[in-house]
């Protein structure tokens, strides 16, 4: 158990519709990280939020957004959705509270989206 | 940008013997982070093993250990006295040190099949 928290674990949706996810980091890491794993493919980057802030971008789509809430838990919204964005969702988080940058990143069991 | 790349979609290995796991990556930083993250069936990251690019010194984690190139940019995992337990999809990934923006690159990972 990595302390990093994602809800739900499956999320069933049709083309069209809107879902949010959440991520809940470890207690006092302040950066979260969102990731997407299509079938058999490795992580792709998406996003970065450090305390509150958005700190990196990756390929995320614009239909895509996230937020990361003072309390530092993190949701991923996804819009529009399509048959493409059926995958895996992990959120991850570091403790980056220092300037040493050797902090790996502690990954949830990841939400499994399926999109019909 | 940084690419990973790892080579071989699928692996197999006897149960006891050694195999190694193949990965290059394209960077023109000098300073950065490897790590190899195991997923198993679960779904579930586990980290395995890191390498800082800065030490010369090979990385070992009990029966894991990597073999790092700088100059060829490459990071090969290798797995002595392979268990059962150790088939899984291996994930190469690659991290810029840079303070408070460090998302992970993935390679598109390696399938170990453990044979009894």
């Known amino acids: 158990d990595s302390g990093v928290t994602q809800t739900p674990k499956h999320l069933i949706t049709a083309t069209g519709q809107r879902v949010t996810l959440r991520c809940s980091p470890r207690s006092g890491d302040l950066s979260v990280y969102w990731y997407q794993q299509s079938l058999d493919q490795g992580l792709q980057f998406l996003i970065q939020y450090y305390n509150g802030e958005e700190r990196a971008k990756g390929n995320i789509l614009e239909r895509f957004s996230a937020q990361q809430f003072p309390d530092l838990h993190s949701e991923l919204n996804l819009s529009s959705l399509e048959l493409g964005d059926s995958a895996l969702y992990f959120c991850?988080?570091?403790?980056?509270?220092?300037?040493?940058?050797?902090?790996?990143?502690?990954f949830g069991p990841g939400t499994r989206l399926t999109v019909l | 940008a940084q690419t990973v790349t790892q080579s071989q979609p699928e692996m197999s290995v006897q149960e006891a013997e050694t195999v190694t796991l193949s990965c290059t990556y394209d960077t023109s930083e000098s300073d950065y982070y490897l790590f190899w993250y195991k997923q198993p069936p679960s779904r579930q990251m586990i980290l395995v093993i890191r390498?800082?690019?800065?030490?010369?010194q090979n990385a070992t984690e009990n029966r894991f250990s990597v073999n790092f190139q700088k100059a060829a940019k490459s990071f090969s995992l290798k797995i002595s006295d392979s268990q059962l337990g150790d088939a899984a999809m291996y994930f190469c990934a690659y991290r810029r040190a840079v303070y408070n923006n460090n998302d992970m690159r993935f390679g598109a990972g390696t399938r170990l099949t453990v044979k009894p």
């Open positions: 991850a988080s570091s403790p980056a509270r220092t300037r040493n940058p050797l902090h790996e990143q502690f």
């Open positions: 390498q800082e690019a800065y030490k010369q």
